[in-house]
């Protein structure tokens, strides 16, 4: 517990926590609004009649425990971006500002020192989860009142905002997994910043494409991407051609178990020096 609250007053000294809020606050109000006009006209019928492949989808989405369960997650894309930087730069901090060697000859157990950094930023990034999704209850609540839909807080609902916990957890070690591997704090941000946002639009434009030629089976595929996989955990319910939300969670898992593990035994061997 020691090493946990040295690793959370590491965070807690430096400008790091402050600078991914204030990057954050913008973006999560700017999902807002686009999560309000999609939930008015989803609830209202404002998009017309959808396309004869896509009905099922649409009328899946205006379920309103799948609105809620929307606006109860706002801003989990830009969220798991958020907590994966502040993975990265709990590991390569240590090697930007030249602390990393103190730390190993304070505590010579380097995977104590590794677990300590994996607990600390889990435990940092379900608070980051905690002050959006009472954020999100608040805001989502009056949302849908304002659409005329009511405040919804059923099972699924509330399965989606516990998945949702759990994909702001492994984000946070699957961070701290690449600070392990990229040392180099502009190399590691950078190299975080394109896989995520980068990956994600090009497997979303890959799938589609192929899906429309060989099928909707190809959806499945998108387990295979840690943001979609993300994203579809916080459905409301299972979606026509999606892949169950309990999938997305296992393959996140996994995920995070290799980053932990592979970052674990690279932190051993390497030298510090």
Request: aromatic share 10%; net charge neutral.
């Amino acid at each position: 517990m020691n090493l946990v609250r040295a690793e959370l007053l590491k965070v807690r000294s430096t400008s790091i926590w402050w600078i991914l809020t204030l990057t954050y606050l913008p973006l999560w109000g700017l999902a807002l609004f686009f999560n309000y006009l999609q939930t008015d006209g989803l609830a209202n019928g404002d998009f017309g009649e959808a396309p004869e492949n896509q009905a099922d989808v649409v009328a899946a989405a205006s379920q309103p425990d799948n609105l809620a369960a929307n606006l109860y997650t706002n801003g989990q894309f830009f969220g798991l971006l958020m907590v994966m930087l502040l993975g990265i730069l709990v590991v390569t901090n240590e090697f930007f500002h030249q602390t990393v060697t103190t730390t190993f000859l304070t505590t010579p157990h380097r995977s104590a020192v590794m677990l300590a950094k994996l607990a600390a930023t889990a435990l940092l990034g379900l608070v980051f989860w905690l002050l959006t999704t009472s954020a999100n209850l608040l805001a989502g609540s009056a949302v849908l009142e304002a659409v005329g839909v009511g405040a919804r807080y059923g099972g699924a609902v509330w399965e989606a905002v516990g998945l949702n916990a759990l994909a702001y957890l492994l984000w946070a070690i699957l961070g701290v997994g690449i600070g392990v591997l990229i040392r180099s704090q502009v190399g590691a941000t950078v190299t975080g910043i394109l896989l995520y946002l980068g990956g994600t639009i090009g497997a979303v434009i890959v799938i589609s494409t192929l899906a429309a030629s060989f099928g909707d089976w190809i959806n499945n595929v998108q387990l295979l991407v840690p943001s979609l996989a993300s994203s579809l955990m916080v459905t409301g319910g299972d979606f026509p051609g999606n892949p169950p939300r309990w999938a997305g969670a296992a393959v996140l898992v996994g995920y995070a178990v290799v980053a932990g593990v592979v970052g674990t035994l690279t932190l051993r061997r390497r030298d510090i020096s």
